[in-house]
C-alpha cells in the first residue's frame, strides 16, 4: 500500500514569512496529491491538490509542488497570516485492486502563526 | 444540511459497551468515506461507500466494528465491544462523484470517542 511521510511535525513562524511543508509518497502509481486543512474542532477542509501531470500549482498565497521522480510534493504558504494556524495534511491516493478510493495522509503539521 | 453532519459530536462511554455513530453525507453525494484520526496522528482509511455498496471493508481495524449505509444517504458505523484503544475521532466524508481525485472529499466535524 500507499505510506505518507510529512515534515515537519510542528511549524512556527512569524506573520508575513513564509511555511513549507515537505511530504514523501511510496507508491509510484500514485496520481493526485490534496492538501487539507483542519482547524481546532473542525473536519479537514481541502485546500489545494495536485495532479502527477503538472509539477506546480499556485493559488494566491498557496502553491503545491511536485517531483515524481523523488516522490516528493510540498505546501508553500506565502505572507502567512495568524488565521492560516491549523494542522495541515498531505495525501496520496492509492488505487488499490483498481477501485481508485483511498487516500493515505500523512501525520499532519501543526503549523503556527505568530503575529 | 449544507454540510457533512456527525452525530454525537462527542461520545463517553465505557469499556465493552457497542456505541453507534451517525453520518449525514450532502444531499446527492453518492460516495461516502469513514476515517479514524487518533490524537496526533493522520487520518486512517476505514471503509468506502459507493451508493450503498461497500467494496473494500479491509480498513475496519477488526470484526467489532462494522458501518452500514441506506437509502444512498444516511451511514452508521458500529463499534462492539469498545476498548479502550478504540477512543479517536471518527471522520467521516462525502463527495459527488465516485473514485479519489474525481471531486473534492467534504469532511465533518467527527465524532469523538473516548473509552473509559
Known amino acids: 500500500g500507499e505510506n505518507v511521510e510529512q515534515h515537519p511535525s510542528t511549524l512556527s513562524v512569524q506573520e508575513g514569512d513564509s511555511a513549507v511543508i515537505k511530504c514523501t509518497y511510496s507508491?509510484?502509481?500514485?496520481?493526485?496529491f490534496p492538501w487539507y486543512k483542519q482547524e481546532l474542532g473542525k473536519g479537514p477542509q481541502l485546500i489545494i491538490d495536485?495532479?502527477?501531470?503538472?509539477g506546480e500549482k499556485k493559488d494566491q498565497r498557496i502553491a503545491v509542488t511536485l517531483n515524481k521522480t523523488a516522490k516528493h510534493f510540498s505546501l508553500h504558504i506565502t505572507e502567512t497570516q495568524p488565521e492560516d494556524s491549523a494542522v495541515y495534511f498531505c495525501?496520496?491516493?492509492?488505487?488499490?485492486?483498481?477501485?481508485?478510493?483511498?487516500?493515505?495522509f500523512g501525520k499532519g503539521t501543526l503549523l503556527t502563526v505568530n503575529p | 444540511g449544507a454540510g457533512v453532519s456527525q452525530s454525537p459530536s462527542n461520545k463517553v462511554t465505557e469499556k465493552g459497551k457497542d456505541v453507534e455513530l451517525r453520518c449525514d453525507p450532502i444531499?446527492?453525494?453518492?460516495?461516502l468515506y469513514w476515517y479514524r484520526q487518533r490524537l496526533g496522528q493522520g487520518l486512517e482509511f476505514l471503509i468506502y461507500?459507493?451508493?450503498?455498496?461497500?467494496?473494500?471493508k479491509s480498513g475496519l481495524p477488526s470484526d467489532r466494528f462494522s458501518a452500514e449505509r441506506t437509502g444512498e444517504s444516511v451511514s452508521t458505523l458500529t463499534i462492539q465491544r469498545t476498548q479502550q484503544e478504540d477512543s479517536a475521532v471518527y471522520l467521516c466524508?462525502?463527495?459527488?462523484?465516485?473514485?479519489?481525485?474525481?471531486?473534492?472529499?467534504?469532511f465533518g466535524e467527527g465524532s469523538r470517542l473516548t473509552v473509559l
Open positions: 466524508a462525502s463527495s459527488a462523484r465516485p473514485g479519489v481525485g474525481t471531486g473534492e472529499l467534504f
Open positions: 507508491d509510484s502509481a500514485s496520481n493526485y
Open positions: 495536485i495532479r502527477s501531470n503538472v
Open positions: 495525501a496520496a491516493n492509492w488505487d488499490s485492486g483498481g477501485s481508485n478510493y483511498k487516500l493515505t
Open positions: 444531499s446527492g453525494h453518492t460516495a
Open positions: 461507500f459507493q451508493g450503498n455498496s461497500a467494496p473494500d
